[in-house]
């Protein structure tokens, strides 16, 4: 959520802003709803004092000997209109918030303008493109032929977009994991958690999945429904809500393993083939809370993680500056990393980067204490994939794959895999 003192101090500045990413502000509506809220606030506080003054005469009129009925009955009228004022305060403070809670973060000014993903903007590239003496299939492909891929009884037991892995697959997926869990949480100093994969609506406002992204979310009906989570980011952003924290308790580094559950109502029909967009699959999630002055360098440290990962794994990727229309909801600047994948000759996104500001923590009234003025402000919030298990597995089959369609495990993971170098039929 923006800081309303912005739009009341700078909306068109805001509006050529969120222009950029193709949302229109409706400013007319705005300072409409605004006005009414001003003069409303103005009534109920001259009311609310008109009031009280009323109340303090009674006592004195009655220790006078006087009639005290006409100041009650001022006091009963005026208490009604109040109320009356209080109630239209309210409502209209409630189309204030749904109006404000529609409307993305602001734009980082590095962020380059664009409407389409052919538009981002490419930082660097690392490793070079593996070069076959023969066609490299598709993980799909592969995975059948090794018959350890089963789309056939994934759709049985859940239907389309879902996979069964089974044997070295499944055991070699499981690896990535660990793999890359003891990276993040031995060398880059993140805390590893385990979390609910369910969460109710209130944590999943904070981070800014509702009401904007609802259709894409999974509800569990009950006595008090819950939401399986999107991605891990929603549980562990939430750990500082409602909080105020300590500036000695900054930066803190989050990380968790979880399956992530999306129903993907915008792409029927796009990435039908194989696991690249799935209902359920799983990821290794970074979260960074910082000081607001550290936003920016966490962002690069948060990628720079990433990366390691698939630098170890020796695997070939880019980084991928989100343009201004393909930037998230949420985000005020994007990395993407995309990996290389023979089988589709083509970078995927495997990783997202994102830093938030302020954006979740107004949100979520996540805090933390300034020193300099003692004042309580909002925390920044900064998330990203390290990285998503299934698009790792992918890639590492579609890279390390031999012509008889035998797969060869990188050296990293072997450890993971009691010393196993090849997965064969």
């Not at 009955?73 to 403070?93: I, N, W, Y």
């Not at 070069?131 to 059948?144: A, I, N, R, S, Y």
């Not at 894409?216 to 980011?233: K, M, V, Y």
């Not at 949100?363 to 998330?383: F, I, S």
Request: charged letters at 25%; glycine letters at 6%.
């Amino acid at each position: 959520m923006l800081d309303p003192r912005l739009l009341r101090s700078d909306l068109d500045g805001l509006a050529r802003n969120l222009a950029r990413r193709g949302f229109v502000l409706d400013c007319a509506l705005y300072q409409r709803l605004e006005d009414e809220r001003k003069t409303l606030q103005v009534n109920v506080e001259e009311l609310r004092r008109l009031r009280n003054e009323r109340s303090k005469e009674i006592g004195k009129v009655k220790t006078a000997g006087e009639n005290i009925e006409p100041l009650k009955a001022e006091v009963e009228k005026l208490g009604a209109l109040l109320a009356d004022s209080e109630e239209r305060l309210q409502g209209l403070q409630l189309k204030l918030d749904a109006f404000l809670t529609g409307i993305p973060n602001l734009l980082h000014d590095s962020v380059p303008d664009g409407s389409v993903e052919t538009t981002n903007s490419i930082v660097r590239s690392w490793g070079e493109v593996p070069k076959f003496e023969f066609e490299p299939k598709d993980h799909v492909t592969l995975g059948e032929e090794l018959r350890m891929i089963d789309f056939e009884a994934a759709a049985k037991l859940s239907g389309s977009r879902f996979v069964v892995l089974h044997g070295m697959l499944a055991r070699l997926h499981r690896a990535l994991i660990q793999f890359m869990l003891d990276v993040h949480v031995n060398e880059h100093g993140y805390t590893e958690s385990y979390v609910p994969y369910m969460v109710n609506d209130s944590a999943l406002f904070g981070t800014g999945q509702l009401p904007k992204f609802a259709s894409d979310l999974f509800t569990i009906e009950g006595e008090a429904p819950l939401r399986l989570i999107p991605t891990a980011e929603v549980p562990l952003s939430n750990f500082v809500r409602d909080r105020i924290i300590e500036s000695d308790d900054l930066p803190m580094r989050f990380t968790a393993h979880t399956p992530c559950f999306r129903s993907e109502a915008g792409s029927y029909g796009k990435d039908t083939r194989g696991m690249i967009r799935q209902h359920q699959f799983e990821k290794v999630e970074l979260v960074h809370i910082v000081e607001p002055q550290d936003s920016y360098q966490a962002l690069e440290d948060l990628l720079s993680h990433a990366e390691v990962i698939l630098q170890r794994l020796g695997l070939a990727y880019r980084v991928v500056t989100l343009c201004a229309g393909d930037t998230g909801f949420a985000s005020a600047k994007t990395y993407d990393l995309e990996v290389w994948l023979p089988g589709q000759d083509q970078y995927r996104e495997i990783s997202s980067c994102s830093n938030c500001e302020s954006f979740q923590a107004r949100r979520m009234q996540a805090r933390w204490r300034n020193p300099e003025t003692g004042k309580p402000e909002p925390v920044h919030t900064l998330n990203g994939s390290g990285v998503a298990a299934g698009r790792a597995l992918i890639a590492v089959m579609e890279n390390y794959q031999l012509e008889d369609g035998t797969l060869n495990v990188p050296s990293v993971l072997q450890p993971y895999m009691s010393g196993i170098k090849q997965i064969t039929a």
